[in-house]
């Protein structure tokens, strides 16, 4: 009995070394040393500053900024359009990474077309020629999807130039250079990370 015991003890102790401290340790250290950046949150700056990270979405209603999806991420708030007036408590406007969540409505939900009948109608003047892309009126799972549509961006490029006193082409070049494809060449779609765009669009402003 003693031994068994004493043995059982022995392995609760070995394990916790091993699970608990080497293990993590080794990963952490493995991690730091191949993709730093990834390790320690895909962190953005501008200047030296951190702003955000490009794994997570951020709101913008400026309209020198290109504007990111809407989010219902804050359970007790309800999904604002894109562009509309910032509500005086930031979580209300959903991008709560404490509380990722999607609006969990059917299709056939009221509130949900209401909503994006909102969304629909706070965009259309950005570009009235073009039909609003669904990804700048409907939420993502997580409301914290950092990326839009290539057509998301495009249907916001005027709007941009004109805050920005750029020509169209000249964003379109910013747009395009942040653009990402494919992974591996046929994983998921084309798409652009509104932080990393934004921040772009900043630096070439100080630049002139």
């Known amino acids: ?10 392995m609760i102790l070995v394990m916790t070394v091993l699970t608990g401290i080497a293990y993590p340790l080794a990963i952490t250290g493995i991690a730091q040393a191949i993709f730093p950046d990834h390790a320690n949150g895909s962190l953005l700056k501008h200047g030296d500053a951190v702003v955000g990270s490009s794994l997570i979405g951020q709101y913008f209603s400026k309209p020198e900024y290109f504007h990111p999806r809407p989010s219902a991420a804050n359970a007790a708030a309800p999904m604002p359009a894109p562009g509309a007036v910032p509500a005086p408590v930031a979580p209300q406007n959903g991008y709560d990474p404490t509380n990722t969540a999607g609006t969990n409505l059917a299709p056939s939900s009221k509130k949900l077309v209401d909503a994006v009948t909102a969304a629909v109608r706070a965009n259309q003047p950005d570009n009235p020629g073009m039909a609003v892309p669904g990804d700048l009126v409907t939420s993502s799972a997580s409301g914290l999807d950092p990326h839009i549509t290539p057509a998301a961006a495009e249907f916001q490029v005027p709007r941009v130039a004109k805050a920005r006193g750029m020509t169209e082409d000249q964003v379109r070049q910013i747009v395009a250079q942040h653009t990402e494809g494919r992974t591996l060449g046929f994983l998921g779609e084309p798409r652009v990370n509104v932080l990393e765009l934004n921040l772009a669009l900043d630096a070439a402003a100080a630049a002139k």
């Open 1 to 10: 009995m003693g031994s068994a015991l004493r043995m059982a003890i022995g």
